[in-house]
């Protein structure tokens, strides 16, 4: 299990330490975790989290831009970071013998980054770049609309890679200040999974980070999303191969009670996956929507999704339609699956796939160090280690009333937003 | 200090088996995890395809998961996500491909599901048609995809009409309207040929069990009329710049390919290849290309090399997501890249870094049991060898500096190449 023999310590600067010794294989994955995303950002400074972390490779006084990446991959390692709503990340897993070179960089670039101003204006095109490339697939333009209607006043609603208007008026202060307030060791997590000895990984931890001060407490997130009131449509229409439809509706947080009938509720309309959104998946056709629409006919694919999260976020379900598909239909069987998870309670046979279902998908999850650490991180960022411990005996314990009852709670019109990307395609 | 040439797979760990039929079985036992990995290859890909049937070896693929004559389509699926296990079947070019991964106390149950599929498929009709509409909405997406009509451009003008890596493994809207259930059982029968496939175990099982299941679940699999095509395509030539612009509406980005015809994977110059490209386009974030394009003129989020091998040549290909008024701009600099690795030998630095970062690596590639089975497979469909990734670092170290630029002037031209710009037409933007 991710969490046996798990290590927590909290230094005197506030950084919380997790460490998991394991020896399956002669590497280690360092993973340092910012409470800070999109969630943190205030209009006008959308998609600011997302590029700080683009920065933080571009050079500290100490190290000039590309001598982290050149440090690491020399060692046969791999790196990245990721950003997204609730947290930022940056990882490198090594052979293990070489992962003090990850604890090294992580805690310079805690501390020293450069925000160069001229490496600044060469990541906005670059950024505008990624943020193209994503306008331009369909699914993209409709998940930043259907999300943007999704909530009226929580900073949930833009994407995290944010509006191309911010993207072009950020400056350079405005990413330094970012840093500043959330890139400190009381508002950090830090992961380290892999083959070392845990009391002297944590020992290694604290001589790396343990004299970095401790921050003002960043600002809390006061924005509070009002009780849904009416149902929305969304509808853009473009080229495109196929339709594409969207439906959200607003769904509890990692820590409510309703959130393990969520999973469970997810489970059974579209299969088991691990801890969501990122804990794999890939299973799904024996569950209900793939049974309704795909094997129906009347859609091209299908899924749902929950996500852990600090704030109540989405559940979400996507389906593609060919162009000559019945979308009415298609959206009619969808809210009809919704109703019958209200009406009638879950067979004990769906409720044990998806429990036996997400056990597997731990399983597969534990085989990498990485993918432990990620899960181990992700996990501290929305909730703490304990929540993931629990995860598993957390979902068993769900009845089919609890699905019932979530259903009942959060799948009604009020708190849904139905949006559709209409091909417009004339065939050539 | 680790030693990692005993946690490597090699020739001390796998154990080797052949079953009745022929089949060829590697087996690597992991039982640091709870899961098993299967996966396989059999003679059978696209290249048995003639140009009307293209899509054909996919969607036999495709089908064969799509019921067999004992469990329908719903029924294989209720028991495969009953326990959390996957199955799924490919096909490639040359090769017809199973994957399977479970738990390992599910080990059983998803062998025998793998080999009623392979062994007693039904192809059922309504099966089929729920197929076609699928591939043939996924070929509409196609079209409206940058990168994928890049892709698509980029081999149509690279490989010459006929030749078998030419056409999409997915077919065109044509071929696949006209293809039939006769069609699939007859390029199940004659084409796909268990007697030369391979099958790789790893995971939470041992070899002697793992073995003598194989031979219960697969050692009678045979398809005696089967003469799948063994011939090599030949490797394509180019002259001149080929330089084409597709237009794809209403994106705000295009994608530019730049590339050249590439080598086989039993080609000795395959280490070399490897070191040079990661130097051009792989290292750090991209490397050259990535270091250029990205970091110093801010151009795009993407800018890489890749090459891909196969039993016949592959391409090696740049690729680069721009705005569609950076076209010329980026396609210059990835030339002036080429100019420069053609010209120039690396620095001792960049060799070392690179040769470092491929040879380290291998650790962290074979952590998973889906990892190791992937390298253990092309071991095996390639011939090379037991030891062959005991071996790979010597290989890679072996790599100097002379053969980067004989392999960078041998395969790269900034003379002669397929250039192709997928994005809005220039009316448009």
């Known amino acids: 299990m991710l969490t046996d023999n798990l290590l927590t310590r909290t230094l005197a600067n506030g950084l919380t330490l997790l460490v998991r010794e394991t020896h399956a294989a002669p590497v280690a994955s360092f993973w340092l975790w910012y409470r800070v995303g999109s969630r943190n950002e205030q209009p006008g400074l959308t998609g600011v989290s997302h590029w700080v972390e683009h920065m933080l490779f571009k050079g500290t006084s100490r190290r000039p831009q590309g001598e982290f990446d050149r440090l690491i991959q020399r060692e046969g390692g791999h790196f990245n970071g990721m950003t997204w709503v609730d947290w930022t990340t940056f990882y490198a897993t090594l052979p293990a013998e070489r992962i003090g070179l990850a604890l090294e960089i992580e805690a310079d670039r805690m501390q020293n980054a450069l925000f160069d101003p001229t490496e600044t204006e060469n990541e906005r095109t670059v950024i505008i770049s990624e943020r193209e490339g994503n306008e331009n697939r369909p699914g993209y333009m409709l998940r930043e609309q259907v999300q943007a209607a999704s909530f009226l006043a929580h900073p949930y609603r833009h994407m995290v890679i944010g509006w191309k208007e911010d993207l072009r008026r950020i400056a350079r202060d405005d990413l330094y200040a970012h840093y500043r307030q959330f890139y400190t060791p009381n508002n950090a997590v830090a992961v380290a999974v892999g083959a070392f000895r845990a009391e002297e990984m944590a020992g290694r931890i604290e001589q790396f980070f343990g004299d970095i001060p401790r921050g003002p407490a960043p600002p809390p997130v006061r924005a509070q999303e009002p009780q849904p009131r009416a149902r929305r449509r969304v509808q853009l229409d473009g080229p495109g191969g196929a339709h594409y439809l969207l439906i959200t509706h607003h769904a509890p947080s990692a820590r409510d009670p309703d959130f393990f009938p969520m999973v469970a509720l997810n489970a059974v309309l579209d299969g088991a996956t691990g801890l969501p959104p990122f804990g794999g998946g890939g299973l799904g056709r024996a569950a209900r929507l793939y049974r309704a629409l795909v094997n129906s006919g009347l859609a091209i694919s299908v899924n749902a999704s929950v996500a852990a999260t600090i704030d109540p976020y989405l559940f979400t379900i996507s389906a593609t339609v060919r162009q000559d598909g019945d979308r009415a239909q298609v959206e009619q069987v969808i809210l009809g699956e919704l109703e019958r998870l209200k009406n009638e309670p879950v067979s004990k046979d769906e409720l044990n796939r998806a429990i036996k279902g997400t056990r597997a998908m731990f399983a597969y999850g534990s085989e990498s160090v990485t993918s432990q650490a990620m899960w181990l991180g992700f996990a501290s960022m929305v909730t703490d280690a304990d929540w993931l411990a629990g995860f598993l005996d957390g979902l068993a314990r769900v009845t089919p009333d609890d699905i019932q009852r979530v259903a009942r709670r959060y799948l009604i019109p009020a708190n849904r937003v139905i949006g559709w990307y209409v091909s417009e395609d004339r065939h050539g | 200090m680790v030693d990692l040439t005993s946690s490597i797979p090699g020739p001390h760990n796998i154990v080797m088996g052949r079953l009745s039929n022929g089949l060829r079985v590697w087996v690597y036992e992991n039982f640091e995890t709870q899961t098993v990995s299967l996966q396989g290859y059999v003679p059978g890909g696209s290249i048995n395809e003639t140009p009307e049937q293209a899509g054909l070896a996919n969607i036999t693929a495709i089908l064969l998961r799509r019921g067999t004559l004992k469990h329908d389509y719903d029924a294989l699926n209720e028991m495969t996500e009953a326990v959390g296990a996957s199955l799924g079947f490919d096909a490639g070019r040359h090769t017809f491909s199973f994957d399977a991964y479970s738990l390992a106390e599910d080990f059983g149950l998803i062998l025998d599901l793998l080999a009623e599929s392979l062994i007693l498929p039904a192809f059922p009709e309504d099966e089929l048609e729920k197929t076609r509409s699928r591939i043939l909405t996924r070929l509409d997406e196609r079209r409206h995809s940058t990168r994928a009509m890049a892709s698509l451009t980029f081999r149509k003008h690279l490989y010459p009409p006929g030749h078998p890596y030419r056409s999409a493994l997915l077919g065109e809207p044509e071929t696949v309207r006209s293809v039939k259930r006769g069609d699939l059982l007859r390029f199940y029968e004659e084409k796909i040929n268990p007697d030369d496939g391979v099958v790789v175990v790893v995971g939470a099982i041992s070899a002697a069990e793992a073995l003598t299941r194989l031979e219960q679940a697969l050692g009678d699999w045979r398809h005696p009329q089967a003469r799948p095509d063994p011939a090599i395509p030949p490797r394509p030539l180019l002259s001149g710049k080929i330089q084409v ?185």
């Open chain 2, 245 to 429: 612009d597709v237009a794809v509406r209403g994106k705000s980005q295009s994608d530019i390919i730049i590339g050249w015809p590439g080598i086989a994977r039993s080609d000795p110059d395959y280490y070399p290849m490897l070191v040079c490209n990661s130097i051009l386009g792989r290292f750090g974030l991209g490397g050259r290309l990535g270091q250029r394009i990205r970091e110093e003129m801010g151009l795009a989020y993407y800018a890489y090399s890749t090459f891909s091998v196969n039993r016949g040549a592959g391409a090696w290909q740049l690729g680069a997501g721009v705005n569609p008024k950076n076209v010329d701009r980026a396609s210059e600099a990835m030339l002036a890249e080429i100019l420069r690795i053609r010209t120039d030998p690396v620095s001792d630095e960049e060799l070392s870094d690179v040769q470092r970062q491929l040879s380290g690596s291998l650790p962290l590639r074979l952590e998973t049991n889906a990892g190791i089975g992937g390298y253990l497979l092309n071991m095996a469909w390639y011939d090379l060898g037991l030891d062959y990734l005991v071996r790979y670092a010597d290989r890679i170290r072996a790599v100097g500096a002379d053969d980067v630029l004989r392999v960078a002037r041998a395969y790269l031209s900034a003379d002669e190449y397929v250039l192709v710009a997928a994005g809005p037409s220039a009316e448009e933007s």
